[in-house]
């Protein structure tokens, strides 16, 4: 058979046959994405295979294999449990205040996890800020923080926005009717929930709690202050003794978990995609009754906990350093600038980029389809360190001229978070009715023209919600950041690690409090685009 007639069965679906240019331009973006990630393959090939085997297989692999796993699980199970529900109380019912909480209740995704880290082992550490506190009353001992549950924890009040947000989206674009038709039927709330909310929901659930296992198993500052050994921190003490096979190893290996990871995702949300109906989607919220305001606990504990701990943290480091002061670690307004710079531009190339990923995956059943949107995937889970020094690697080896660049450094970003905004887009596109599309079609449009007057300003909210995760995890990414940055760019997270770094902890405290000033505005702007939102 010629190469002509396999390319053309391969875009044949069916009956039906793939669009051409969407497949190719979806095709070149993931392997773009892809691409950096050769080189894991080139170093670990070229490992003699007795020492290969004995290094995957020693004790000491096997304890990072089953801490990541069981880190990874926790916190996709914990922030299911806290965002789920955040995201109807905030989006279905009338909480009060529900458009504060629906902020607040998002504010944690900009604190960088290992500020979190930080200030959790130093409020609930063996000799902490919380020890003093209950010192006085005869409670000698608190909770060990260290280890395995006090990485579960950090982590997940970090990363259960992720769930909430894309659940939150789903909920605003759901037809209530349905609900009402439910309970018509003699089903009670929890049963409507079950058998007509969660099947709709359940792609956003799944996509944001892809998202927030990523982010576990790839997260390095928060194992490592919280003493956990785990892939991505092993990786890094490789890295630093010059133990380039075993982290390579390490670093496939963790590939391998990811890719489990994503086909088991695939499996949860396969045959389970509906369609939404934006024109019959209605307003009605569900009345808390006498649990109206006891139900404000939720969103207010977890807020306090993950907002107001590092805040605490940050104004005694702030009035308790004893360090003199150090002029040259001054925070500078050029930082705040440099940050929202490249994150803003991150942030626009991973919407562009998503886009054509999205829409192929949501419109086709074609296997090429979920491979493009798995390939995505990929960067996301890869520790920054290593997408980091594998960048360094062909930069400096093939591309001389673009290395300790902008565009390098905004490359990065974007093969790191571009799922953020897959994601996202994707279940808007699923919300979308197929006969609008098909109404418009029939009006004479061509694919594109349909898309641009009919899906995209019905998917707009989706999109610019998955620029923004990707414009404040940009903001505090950190080992992208240091490595790849061209010399002399200082930002916010760099001004961050100094001062971690030198022990000046009271130069943390600026650029801490602006990031969550941005990430309240951002989030701000996002709701204003949500649909069936009605103000404060």
């Given at each position: 058979?010629?190469?002509?007639?396999?390319?053309?069965?391969?875009?044949?679906?069916?009956?039906?046959?793939?669009?051409?240019?969407?497949?190719?331009?979806?095709?070149?973006?993931?392997?773009?994405?892809?691409?950096?990630?050769?080189?894991?393959?080139?170093?670990?090939?070229?490992?003699?295979?007795?020492?290969?085997?004995?290094?995957l297989?020693?004790?000491g692999?096997?304890?990072?294999?089953?801490n990541?796993?069981?880190?990874?699980?926790?916190?996709?199970?914990?922030?299911?449990?806290?965002?789920?529900?955040?995201?109807?109380?905030?989006?279905?019912?009338?909480?009060?205040?529900?458009?504060?909480?629906?902020?607040?209740?998002?504010?944690?995704?900009?604190?960088?996890?290992?500020?979190?880290?930080?200030?959790?082992?130093?409020?609930?550490?063996?000799?902490?800020?919380?020890?003093?506190?209950?010192?006085?009353?005869?409670?000698?001992?608190?909770?060990?923080i260290?280890?395995?549950?006090?990485?579960?924890?950090?982590?997940?009040?970090?990363?259960?926005?992720?769930?909430?947000?894309t659940?939150?989206?789903?909920?605003?674009s759901?037809?209530?009717?349905?609900?009402?038709?439910?309970?018509?039927?003699?089903?009670?709330r929890?049963?409507?929930?079950?058998?007509?909310?969660?099947?709709?929901?359940?792609?956003?659930?799944?996509?944001?709690?892809?998202?927030?296992?990523?982010?576990?198993?790839s997260?390095?500052?928060?194992?490592?202050?919280?003493?956990?050994?785990?892939?991505?921190?092993?990786?890094?003490?490789?890295?630093?003794?010059?133990?380039?096979?075993?982290?390579?190893?390490?670093?496939?290996?963790?590939?391998?978990?990811?890719?489990?990871?994503?086909?088991?995702?695939?499996?949860?949300?396969?045959?389970?995609?509906?369609?939404?109906?934006?024109?019959?989607?209605?307003?009605?919220?569900?009345?808390?009754?006498?649990?109206?305001?006891?139900a404000?606990?939720?969103?207010?504990?977890?807020?306090?906990?993950?907002?107001?701990v590092?805040?605490?943290?940050?104004?005694?480091?702030?009035?308790?350093?004893?360090?003199?002061?150090?002029?040259?670690?001054?925070?500078?307004?050029?930082?705040?600038?440099?940050?929202?710079?490249?994150?803003?531009a991150?942030?626009?190339?991973?919407?562009?980029?998503?886009?054509?990923?999205?829409?192929?995956?949501?419109?086709?059943?074609s296997?090429l389809a979920?491979?493009?949107?798995?390939?995505?995937?990929?960067?996301?889970?890869?520790?920054?360190?290593?997408?980091?020094l594998a960048?360094?690697?062909?930069?400096?080896?093939?591309?001389?001229?673009?290395?300790?660049t902008?565009?390098?450094?905004?490359?990065?970003?974007?093969?790191?978070?571009?799922?953020?905004?897959?994601?996202?887009?994707?279940?808007?596109?699923?919300?979308?009715?197929?006969?609008?599309?098909?109404?418009?079609?029939?009006?004479?449009?061509?694919?594109?023209?349909?898309?641009?007057?009919?899906?995209?300003?019905l998917?707009?909210?989706?999109?610019?919600?998955?620029?923004?995760?990707?414009?404040?995890?940009?903001?505090?990414?950190?080992?992208?950041?240091?490595?790849l940055?061209?010399?002399?760019?200082?930002t916010?997270?760099?001004?961050?690690?100094?001062?971690?770094?030198?022990?000046?902890?009271?130069?943390?405290?600026?650029?801490?409090?602006?990031?969550?000033?941005?990430?309240?505005?951002?989030?701000v702007?996002?709701?204003?685009?949500e649909?069936?939102?009605?103000?404060?």
């Open positions: 058979m010629s190469w002509t007639r396999r390319i053309r069965d391969i875009l044949t679906d069916g009956d039906d046959r793939l669009p051409l240019g969407l497949t190719l331009l979806s095709a070149a973006i993931a392997g773009t994405v892809v691409f950096p990630l050769a080189w894991l393959v080139i170093e670990a090939v070229t490992v003699e295979r007795s020492r290969a085997m004995e290094l297989f020693s004790s692999t096997v304890e990072v294999l089953l990541s796993l069981l880190l990874m699980a926790g916190v996709t199970v914990f922030s299911i449990l806290l965002g789920v529900p955040l995201a109807y109380l905030t989006a279905r019912t009338d909480l009060p205040f529900r458009r504060f909480w629906s902020v607040v209740a998002a504010l944690p995704l900009v604190v960088p996890s290992y500020v979190g880290a930080f200030a959790f082992v130093s409020a609930f550490g063996p000799r902490g800020e919380f020890h003093d506190v209950l010192a006085p009353l005869g409670i000698d001992r608190v909770p060990e260290y280890g395995l549950p006090g990485t579960i924890l950090v982590i997940t009040l970090y990363t259960y926005p992720y769930v909430y947000l659940t939150r989206a789903a909920l605003l759901f037809d209530t009717t349905l609900i009402e038709a439910a309970r018509t039927l003699n089903h009670g929890l049963e409507a929930f079950r058998r007509v909310t969660l099947p709709v929901i359940r792609p956003a659930i799944a996509a944001g709690s892809l998202l927030a296992a990523l982010y576990a198993v997260d390095f500052g928060t194992p490592s202050i919280m003493r956990l050994p785990v892939f991505t921190r092993q990786i890094y003490v490789e890295y630093n003794a010059f133990g380039r096979d075993y982290a390579a190893l390490l670093s496939l290996q963790l590939l391998a978990v990811v890719l489990v990871v994503l086909a088991l995702e695939w499996l949860v949300r396969s045959n389970r995609d509906a369609h939404g109906d934006d024109a019959g989607s209605t307003n009605r919220l569900v009345n808390l009754g006498r649990w109206r305001w006891p404000t606990l939720l969103p207010a504990s977890v807020s306090a906990v993950a907002l107001l590092p805040i605490w943290i940050l104004l005694l480091w702030l009035l308790r350093s004893e360090a003199g002061r150090r002029p040259s670690m001054a925070f500078e307004p050029i930082q705040v600038i440099n940050s929202v710079s490249v994150a803003a991150a942030a626009v190339v991973a919407a562009l980029a998503a886009i054509p990923i999205a829409y192929f995956a949501a419109t086709s059943d296997p979920t491979l493009f949107e798995r390939a995505t995937y990929v960067g996301f889970a890869v520790p920054g360190i290593v997408l980091a960048l360094v690697y062909f930069g400096s080896g093939y591309l001389p001229w673009i290395y300790q902008l565009p390098l450094l905004v490359f990065a970003y974007v093969v790191r978070f571009l799922p953020q905004v897959v994601g996202s887009t994707r279940t808007a596109i699923l919300g979308v009715d197929p006969k609008l599309v098909e109404a418009g079609r029939t009006l004479g449009e061509s694919s594109m023209g349909a898309f641009r007057r009919v899906t995209f300003p998917t707009r909210s989706g999109i610019v919600a998955g620029a923004a995760l990707v414009f404040l995890t940009t903001m505090k990414e950190l080992p992208v950041t240091l490595i940055r061209p010399s002399g760019f200082e916010i997270v760099t001004q961050i690690w100094r001062a971690q770094e030198t022990a000046l902890y009271q130069y943390a405290v600026v650029p801490t409090l602006i990031l969550l000033v941005i990430s309240g505005l951002s989030m702007v996002i709701l204003t685009q649909g069936g939102e009605e103000g404060l």
